[in-house]
C-alpha cells in the first residue's frame, strides 16, 4: 500500500522542497545584481560560496561545526533522557504534577538567552556550558510531550492490559511506549533542532570555537559572508537532526502504517 | 489538490518578496533623527553625551538626538549602512571594518590616551612588562580592545603572547586578582584598578593591598575611543557633522571642567549610579563651587584641570563612603583619558601604529590602500570655542 502510494505521486514532485529555496536563491542575486544593497550588507551569492569553498579548505567551518554538532548532541541525548525521565514520573503521580507543573511552565516561559549567561558562569566558558544550555532548552518541550503521550494512553487499552494481569513493566513495554512513541519521537523533532539553538546560544556568550562563535568572530572581523556560511550551516545541521529523527520515526512508527 | 498547493506557494512567494521589497524600500527612507551609537549600556564614561543633552547643545545644533546600544560591529553596520548617523566606536574597530568595505569615518578622538592596560597587585612582585614573562596573565577575551592593547603592549617590549601564560577569565579582573587566580589583568585603567584598590582598603581583596597599572598609552600611541560616521553623511551633510562634533566637543570642555556637574546630569541616564541625599547636595555645592572658581581661575592645561579634579576628589573623600564614590572616581579617571591641549585631535601616525597591530594580530588581511581616509581633523570646532 505504502509503495503504491509513493509510486503514484507525479515523478515532478520530488523536486517541490527545491522550489523556494531556489527562488531565495534567485531574489537575492537579483536584489545583488541591482545594487539595492552594498555588498557589505548582502553579499553574493558567489562571494558566500567563495568563502564557503575557503573555510572548508582551511579546516575552519568542519573543526567548528564538529564542536557545535556534539554539542548539541550531548545537549540533546542529557535532555532528552532526563525530561523522559521526569516526565514517566509526572505522567504517574500528580502529586509530582502539583509540584513540579508550576516551575516548570515558568521556567519554559523563560527564554534561554536570558539565562545563557549565568549558565557559562556557574558551568565557565568551556563546553558544559553548551551542553547544559542545550539539554535545558530541550527539557521543556519533551517533558511536556512525554507527559502528554504517556496520558493519551486509551483508558479502555489500559483497563484490557490490566484484565489480562500485565506487570507494570509489561504494560510500559507493550502499552504506554507504543501508545506515548508518536507523541514522543513528534517532541524529539523539535528538541533536536532546539538543541542546536542551545548550544549556539552558549557559544554566543562565551565560546572559542563552535560555530555561534565563528558567527560573532565573523563580525568582530567584518566578514559577512563568513556569517552567512555559519548560518547556513547551522541551518544543514537543524535540517539533518529533524530528518534523522524523522527517519527514526518512520521506522520506528511503520506498524501504524 | 495540487491547484491549492501551487496557490500556496504562489502567496508565499508574493509574502517572500513584499517582505524583501518592504525592507529595501525601509532601508532606503531618510531618518528622521539622528541617533548615535554606543557601545555597552549607559554608563557614567557616556557623561558627554548625557551633558550635551541635559544642557541643550544638542538641540542647539538642530540635532534631535536619540541614544542607542549595542555591540560594536553592530553599530559601525548600521552607521556604514546610513541607518545610524554617528557612533562612539574604537578605532581599530573602525579600521578594521574599513578593510573590509565599510565606508564610515573617524571624526573626533574623543579618548586622547587608549584606556586599556595591565594591573597587578603590589604583591605580584611584577614591576615591568617584560616581568610579565611565564606569568598568568588575564584578558576578557582574544577580541577588542584589550586584546589589541595587550598585543601592542607586549610588542613594544619585544614580547608576544606565547611569552606569557594568557587565560582568557571575561569581565572579572577584580574577583579574579582578590582570590589569586591570575598574577596580572589586562583592564580598563579608568575602571578595575579602582574597583580592585577599593576592596583591598576594605580588607576585601584577599592578601592584594594595593595595585600597580601599566596603561598601555605609556608604551605606545593607538588611536583609541571616537565618533564615526559614514562617507555619505560627510559629502552630503557636513554641516550636520559639524554641528554633532560641536555640541559633543561643547559638552566634553564641561565634563572636563565641572565633573561634579557631569555627574548629576548623568543620574537621570545612568539608574545605577550611587547618589545619597547627601551626596547629591554635596556635589550640588561642588557644581557651584567649581564654575564660580572656573570665572577667576580658567584652567588652560591639561596638568592643572587634573589637579583640580584630584582637589575635588579628596574633599569629597573626606566626606564620603569609596563604594558611594566609586563611580564618580571612575569619571575623573576617565576625564585623565580624555583631556589633551587639543580636544578631538587624531593623528596619523597613531593611526599607521594601531593599523600595524592590527596586521601583526590578522584582524587586516592587508594595509588599507588610503589610511588617511580613515579619519578627519576637519570637522573640529576652532580651538578658543568651548
Redo the contacts between chains.
Sequence with gaps: MKGSRRESR?AGRAF?PL??PV??LL?WQV?VSLG??????IPSPAAVLAKFVDVLRDGRLLANTWVTLSQTLAGLIIGVALSVLLGYAIAKNRLLDDLFSPLIIALQSTPVVAYAPLLVIWFG?GPTSKVVTSALIVFFPMLMNTVVGLRSVPKSLRDLMLSLRATPWQMFIHLEVPAALPVLLGGLKVSATLAVIGSVVGEFV?A?AGLGWLIN?A??????PLVLVAVLMLAVIARVLYAAVGLVERRMLAWRR | MIVRNHRRLGLLTAFLLTFLLSGIVSAQETPSEQTLFMTYVPNIQFSPVYVGLEKGYFAEAGIDLVLEHGDEPLGVDLIAAGEHQFGLISGEQLLTARGRGRPVVFVYEWFQRYPVGVVTPLESGIESIPDLAGRRVGLPGRFGASYSGLTALLSANGMTEQDIDLQEIGYNAPEVICVGGVDAAVVYINNEPLQIENRAQQGDCGDVTGVRVFPVSDAVDMVSNGIITNEVIIAEQPELVAAFIGAFDHALHDVIDNPAEAYLLSLTHVESLPISDALHEALTTMTADQAAWLADNPLTDPASRAARRAELLSQLKADFDVNELIQFEVLLATIDLWDADRLGLTEATSWTLTQDILLQMGFMEAPLDSLESAFTNDFLPPMNEG
Excluded: A, G
Aim: aromatic share 16%; net charge negative.
Design positions: 507525479p517541490v522550489l523556494l527562488l531565495v531574489v536584489i539595492v544593497y552594498p555588498e557589505f550588507i566558558s562565551s572559542r568572530d563580525r568582530y572581523n567584518y566578514d559577512t
